[in-house]
């Protein structure tokens, strides 16, 4: 036949649509294939069956086929059929195939009518059928009935053309010749995607069934209403004949004897009939193949490099092999290892873009969350205050100091180096939580193997829980050793000389480089203001130690408004019903405007880890929580008010000396305490996995059941492997495949303007102007008429003995040329008799 490579390709698409049917994935690939499109009750199925040559697809009056059926025709010696929901079982019965269609059909749509686009795939392997891949469309409706829904022709209509507008699919339009083909549905809708026509086959059905005196002879000769690729007739089997059981073999012999012995078809029955619209199709879909086979071995070799990655590691893998267990314990126990350190040191490969991870949150507890809670802990000014004139009284007893004491700056220093602890104890726990979220992380690649993982998650976490003691440990000793002797001749220490020197005017807590304006802060924020006075909007803040600035954008060149600080304090705002942003309010303490006619202003941030940050620069700036200021007031005792100038004096020493003093100690905590952790907890982790964690893998348990697959993962594989090895196969028969194949040139385009909605209804006329009894039997017998403008190529077959049957009717043509000059609208003919040909 000259096709034989592309005969075998065929097959090979076919397996390749099953494979990554078969592990729920796309290939990516528009595997050629012929989509059957066309009315209900076009005659689509009987085309389909007569391919086959077997009953085995449901019938019914209505909408019967409800979702697609991709049937794959594969030229085979044995007669079988197999569906891919259900593998590994053939159905020799054909009556069974139409059962499991049905039921299929059920599982899915509901037993009343509905449809999807799910499709069943469905193999059929027999000696009477050439290579073809080929869809069965449900048929395009109108009228919704049963539980459908009221845009059933819509629905129908999309999931069609989700196959037929792929370049790589062959159109083959059904229309029935008892109703009119200017509004032929399948027509029209082939038009719409493919308006050239390179890719539309037309199908005229039913031709035993039109109205005595008219046939479709000028249609089926492509000069009324022509297609690129013309169209071909066939006489599938009546309702009578199904219910009848009438054997196909018969019915297609029967249609042989039709077109032989009509008068309006003899001279072409060569070109009519669905032997030849099978051959027809076969030699359309190999020529097809054959045009799109650059493209399509582009995209293999595009898939196949792809692939190739995942499957480097699954090429050499032999479940038998006694080492392998060993050799992938050490290898997934080194990877574990290098992608924590990656993910805690930082990596230049595979950056995650999406999120902060690893290392980064770390270092973001160590030098945000963690100065932020140390921030939070002393900033209640009369409450501190008022415990250093207590201290100060009780150190000088009955007595009358006239100095300030020692001992009241040290008992009030100590007080507040002990309140370090619970920051420092929360930022550990803050770290252990990130440090374990990492090990999940980087176990993700053990997935493989559940129970290696599983215990590889309790080994490490466990060592990292008994460092957490250690690591707590030490940093309670750092605290105790501030606490065991306060250095009074630090460096950095103000002294008494300079303490008393200070300006006792400013009560605030001193904030360096006052002379510049010090920028604490930028960012977004979300202003949130009534809808009536302009809405919320996203604005760029600036946070300086003196004022809260807001502009259009960061380039700070148009300023919306600039408040001072002055009086200004913080206080939580409630999240709306419908808000997901973390909400602060700024407001004035003397009950001013804060902003435009507002007495508070809310802003928002996208998160907890964003407001919190805020909150630590305003603290740092001088802008405090409300509630502290409440409290200080409600419990302040009289005499906090009314000290006498000498002890205000000491007061305002002393605070200025517990000022310093802990800016020195938070200053080393804040040094140390990463420090600690990263020596302690996340080094010690890191030499723990790579000198430790094999030993106590081994000693766990048995290493077989350790290095047991998981079941998806051996499926996964294999289906991956067979994926890999499918497309290498498919290139290399492509490599072999000679282009040189018999193919027919694409045919000349035609005038195919009749083809849109608009299209005139084209008018019947009589079978001939002369009395029927004088015509000469020649005229329409099976001498040759016209040369055919069918371009599909003539594939001669020998004729299929038959019964005699009943007499042929010989029929008028359908329609007139509407390309010709305006058609006269003639009366009824009469009824010819039939005849009889040489």
């Known amino acids: 036949m000259g096709n034989r490579g592309m005969e075998d390709l065929i097959p090979l698409i076919n397996k390749l649509q099953d494979a990554f049917s078969s592990i729920g994935q796309s290939c990516n690939l528009d595997l050629p294939q012929i989509a059957v499109v066309g009315g209900q009750s076009a005659g689509k199925s009987s085309v389909l069956e007569n391919f086959v040559g077997r009953d085995f697809l449901p019938r019914g009056s209505g909408i019967v086929t409800r979702r697609p059926l991709i049937l794959q025709l594969v030229n085979n010696k044995a007669e079988y059929a197999e569906f891919l929901h259900c593998k590994g079982r053939k159905f020799v019965d054909f009556d069974e195939v139409r059962q499991e269609i049905e039921a299929e059909t059920d599982r899915i749509t509901g037993s009343n009518k509905g449809i999807s686009p799910i499709p069943i795939n469905l193999r059929v392997y027999s000696p009477n059928v050439l290579n073809l891949t080929l869809i069965d469309l449900p048929g395009m409706t109108k009228v919704a009935v049963g539980d459908q829904p009221v845009d059933i022709e819509h629905q129908i209509r999309d999931m069609i053309l989700q196959f037929i507008t792929r370049e790589s699919c062959l159109i083959l339009a059904v229309t029935p010749a008892n109703t009119d083909l200017a509004n032929s549905d399948a027509l029209k809708v082939a038009k719409e995607v493919d308006p050239q026509g390179l890719r539309t086959i037309g199908v005229i059905t039913k031709l035993d069934l039109m109205d005595e005196g008219t046939d479709a002879r000028d249609i089926l000769e492509n000069k009324l209403l022509p297609l690129r690729r013309g169209y071909i007739g066939v006489v599938n089997r009546s309702q009578k004949d199904i219910d009848g059981r009438k ?129 939070k802990i002393v900033f209640d000014e009369k409450e501190l205050r008022r415990e250093i004139s207590h201290a100060i009284k009780n150190v000088h007893g009955v007595r009358t100091g006239l100095f300030t004491p020692d001992l009241a700056f040290e008992a009030i220093v100590k007080k507040q180096i002990i309140k370090l602890k619970e920051p420092c104890l929360k930022c550990i726990d803050l770290v252990i939580q990130e440090l374990i979220n990492t090990f999940r992380q980087c176990t993700n690649k053990l997935s493989s193997y559940p129970r290696l993982r599983e215990e590889t998650e309790r080994i490490v976490t466990t060592y990292v829980r008994e460092r957490e003691g250690k690591t707590k440990d030490q940093v309670l000793l750092l605290i105790d050793i501030e606490l065991s002797y306060i250095n009074t001749n630090h460096e950095d220490f103000i002294g008494f000389a300079n303490a008393q020197q200070r300006n006792i005017v400013n009560k605030k807590r001193a904030i360096p480089n006052q002379d510049t304006v010090l920028v604490i802060r930028k960012g977004w924020l979300t202003l949130n203001i009534s809808i009536m006075k302009g809405g919320s909007k996203e604005y760029w803040f600036v946070l300086t130690a003196e004022s809260l600035s807001w502009y259009k954008d960061e ?102 000396l517990v000022d310093s003093y802990i800016g020195i100690v938070n200053k080393t905590i804040r040094d140390l305490m990463p420090k600690t952790i990263m020596h302690l907890m996340i080094n010690s982790a890191k030499d723990f996995i790579h000198s430790e964690l094999l030993a106590y893998l081994y000693s766990s348990g048995d290493q077989n059941s350790l290095m047991e697959e998981s079941a998806d993962q051996a499926q996964r594989r294999d289906e991956m492997l067979r994926m890999y090895h499918a497309i290498k196969e498919a290139l290399s028969i492509i490599g072999d495949i000679s282009t040189s194949t018999i193919s027919t040139p694409v045919p000349p385009p035609v005038n195919d303007s009749w083809m849109p909605e608009t299209s005139p209804t084209p008018q019947r006329r009589p079978p001939s102007s002369a009395p029927p009894p004088s015509r000469p039997p020649a005229v329409r017998g099976p001498t040759p008429g016209p040369p055919p403008l069918n371009p599909t190529p003539a594939f001669a077959a020998p004729p299929i003995p038959s019964r005699p049957g009943l007499p042929m009717n010989a029929f008028g043509n359908s329609s007139q040329d509407p390309f010709s000059a305006p058609p006269q609208i003639p009366s009824r003919p009469a009824r010819v008799p039939p005849g009889i040909p040489r």
């Not at 980064?360 to 140390?374: D, M, Q, T």
């Open 555 to 656: 380039e700070e060149k148009e300023k919306k408004y600039m408040l001072p600080l002055d009086n200004l304090k913080l206080r939580d705002v409630e999240k709306g019903f419908m808000s997901n942003k973390h909400i602060f309010g700024i407001f004035n303490t003397e009950q001013r405007n804060v902003y435009k006619d507002l007495r508070q202003i809310e802003l928002a941030c996208d998160t907890q880890e964003d407001m919190d940050s805020w909150k630590a620069s305003f603290l740092r700036a001088g802008v405090y929580p409300e509630k502290d200021q409440v409290e200080s007031e409600d419990a302040a005792p009289a005499d906090s008010f009314s000290m006498d100038p000498q002890l205000e004096r000491q007061v305002e020493t002393i605070r200025n």
């Open 247 to 375: 054997d196909i073999r018969a019915a297609l012999a029967a249609e042989r004897k039709f077109f032989l012995s009509h008068p309006s078809y003899r001279h072409m029955a060569e070109r009519m009939g669905t032997p030849h619209l099978q051959k027809t199709l076969n030699q359309q879909l190999t020529n097809h193949i054959r045009d799109t086979l650059p493209g399509l071995r582009s995209k293999l070799q595009s898939q196949l490099l792809s692939l190739e990655k995942e499957v480097e590691e699954y090429k050499n893998f032999r479940p038998d092999d006694p080492t392998r267990k060993t050799k992938a314990l050490l290898q997934m126990v080194q990877q574990f290892g290098v992608d924590f350190e990656k993910c805690i040191e930082g990596s230049g490969d595979q950056v995650d873009t999406a999120e902060l991870s690893g290392g980064a949150r770390i270092n973001r507890i160590f030098h945000e969350r963690f100065p932020f809670e140390l921030v």
